[in-house]
């Protein structure tokens, strides 16, 4: 276990909850493995009782009793599953949600590392949970019973079975030691090649356009082929491992039977062949267990790892505590001294900004191209935290506000638009409860009513995942209807008008007056015309640094002197973002 491996982890408190299903899967394994010797009495008794008597009576009895006896075995043996997959399932609702919020938590930080592996280690562990490798590991400790017994009989055997065992433990030890590096190796190698060849799906169109895709075809071998090898040197070091084992088992059985006549014949070992016979099966349980721990190794290991990295990410990112529901925000939005850098480190981006937004105010952010206009969004937004200074919505810390809470207070409306796989009335209402009056209301704002009312299945059409049928210009005004859709108090819009024609331009200009009518306190990162003309106030920014902040004239007459003051808004100089 790793540092954070402490009995007292989260994830060894959850496992702690599953106690009482491995109580009972054992306490059914004892009973599995007490009747695993079924064969050998009957055989003892078919001996004992029915050969030389030539009793057939016995022999349908012993005969009955003996096939009962295996039935009740596979119920217990169904049973004990059954505790085991009932398990699973728990460990899958105690950690799910849990796991799914970190996932997102750590790529929104950006976690070195990441967490996309967190959904896929917990199923690790819930297909661990009904492995043969956890049966034979509940075996064991009914395997130490069964020395106790071998001891009776003769204790020369007992110190030769555990001679035995501890051979296995070497043997697996030493397996464990050689086949773990390859077998973490090609793990991670394995991630990265997946990690890749999702990248390249990803940007397919381009790829295909340009002809990039034989190129990227040899990048990703190289990679598949890299945890290929690693695989095989794993699995040959696995199966070595494996045939020894069995070479040992084998070995081992014969020798004790060996050694068990040889006691009889020379008068020290009481109980003549049948004794001999007990002693050699009970040998073979006592190292069995072990033997298809180290068969199935790579399934102890893979279910071992995603336990540690479990715990480590759990530990990364703790649960936040619930906090104190607080009364819907205004609109009034304070920037104090707010230095950021991008999560995982880094010089700061942001470097000590001031400024403030008052409901029913729009703020315009202009500044040239990596000035950290896009930065600075998702800082307001809580989305990245800052590491000096706050922002605070009606005093309270954005970043620290529980997002669940505080999201339908904010509309944000990012640089690159995301849509989700399912319908525009969904995608609008933000996945939950569709007010289709509130839906169609934010789309007529940004004009994309009619175009809706055109489809044939309206606010029904399914959008898939890339809003494969919009064009860019009608994802954007689908995000912005996303983005005022409900009552929003603060709405941040990241170049709201990259891809709207003129049409759409008027459209956004008319949203925002809308919005401001209504109180909302906007953020605006945009030099177009259109909405400046709408602005109260300009914020120019430069390296991440306030370069002028005032009423949209005052500082429009400082970035453009020659211009008549309330005339006309010139568009800027460049084509870049303005100032
Ligand atoms: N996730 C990130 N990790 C590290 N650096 C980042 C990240 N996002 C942005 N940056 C850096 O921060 C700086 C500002 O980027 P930002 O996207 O905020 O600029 P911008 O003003 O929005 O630019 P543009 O107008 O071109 O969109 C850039 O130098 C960029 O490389």
């Known amino acids: 276990m790793n540092a954070a491996g402490k009995r007292t982890s989260e994830l060894w408190r959850i496992f702690g909850q599953l106690g009482g299903s491995f109580r009972q899967a054992f306490f059914f394994s004892c009973f599995i493995n007490i009747l695993a010797l079924a ?50 399932l728990k460990l899958e609702a105690l950690l799910g949600d849990r796991l799914f919020n970190l996932v997102f938590d750590a790529s929104l930080r950006r976690l070195p590392g990441g967490a996309v592996h967190s959904l896929s280690d917990l199923r690790t562990l819930r297909d661990f949970l009904v492995s043969p490798a956890l049966m034979a590991a509940l075996d064991v400790p009914v ?20 001679i035995g065992a501890l051979i296995q433990f070497v043997l697996t030890y030493v397996q464990e030691r050689r086949t773990d590096p390859p077998l973490k190796q090609a793990g991670s190698a394995m991630m990265e090649a997946q990690g890749y060849a999702h990248g ?30 690693l695989q095989a040197i794993a699995s040959d070091h696995a199966g070595k491992g494996m045939t020894l084992a069995k070479v040992v088992q084998i070995g081992q059985g014969s020798l004790l039977l060996g050694l068990g006549c040889w006691l009889t014949l020379k008068g020290l070992m ?85 400024f403030k937004v008052s409901p029913g105010e729009i703020l315009a952010i202009i500044g040239p191209s990596a000035a950290g206009k896009t930065s600075l969004a998702r800082v307001l937004m809580g989305v ?13 810390d954005i970043y620290q ?20 796989e399912g319908t525009l009335a969904e995608n609008i209402a933000r996945f939950g409860d569709v007010d289709m009056e509130q839906v169609e209301a934010a789309a007529r704002v940004v004009g994309l009513h009619e175009n809706i009312a055109d489809l044939p299945e309206g606010y029904d059409s399914q959008v898939g995942s890339d809003g494969c049928f919009l064009s860019g210009g009608q994802r954007q005004r689908v995000a912005l209807a996303r983005a005022i859709y409900g009552n929003p108090k603060l709405v941040v819009l ?16 008319q949203a925002l007056e809308m919005l401001k009518a209504r109180g909302v306190a906007v953020v605006v990162i945009s030099h177009l015309t259109s909405v400046l003309r709408v602005v109260d106030s300009l914020l120019v920014i430069q390296e991440g640094a306030v370069k002028l902040y005032g009423k949209r004239d005052e500082v429009l007459a400082v970035l453009y ?17 303005g100032a």
């Open 270 to 354: 009481s109980g003549g062949g049948s004794a001999m016979i007990v002693a050699t099966i009970l040998g073979g349980r006592v190292v069995q267990p072990l033997v298809q721990l180290t068969s199935m190794w790579k399934i102890v290991v893979g279910a071992r790892d995603a336990f540690d990295r479990l715990e480590k990410v759990l530990h990364d990112l703790p649960a936040k505590p619930a906090s104190m529901r607080l009364p819907a925000p205004q609109g009034h939005l304070t920037v104090e001294g707010v230095v950021a850098a991008a999560p995982g480190g880094g010089a700061p981006i942001l470097k000590g900004l001031n």
């Open 143 to 162: 395997s130490l019973l069964f020395l106790l017994l071998i001891y009776s009989i003769n204790p020369v055997l007992g110190h030769f079975s555990v």
């Open 200 to 229: 390249v799906l990803r940007n397919a169109q381009v790829i295909q356009a340009m002809g990039m895709l034989s190129h990227l075809h040899e990048r990703w071998m190289v990679r598949q082929r890299r945890f290929l090898r």
């Open 561 to 577: 002197p020659q211009s008549i003051k309330g005339k006309a808004v010139p568009a800027p100089a460049s084509g870049g973002s």
């Open 494 to 509: 990241d170049e709201p008008n990259a891809s709207l024609d003129e049409a759409g331009d008027l459209a956004l200009a």
């Open 39 to 88: 064969p050998v009495a009957y055989m003892m008794q078919v001996y004992d009782r029915v050969i030389y008597s030539r009793n057939f009576t016995t022999l349908v009895m012993l005969t009955g009793l003996v096939l009962g006896l295996y039935v009740l075995t596979v119920v217990l043996d169904y049973v004990r599953a059954e505790i085991m997959l009932q398990a699973g």
């Open 384 to 396: 990245w935290p800052a590491a000096v200074g706050k922002v605070r919505l009606d005093g309270v």
């Open 401 to 420: 506000w529980n997002k669940t809470e505080l999201g339908p207070h904010l509309g944000y409306l990012p640089q690159d638009v995301e849509l989700f």
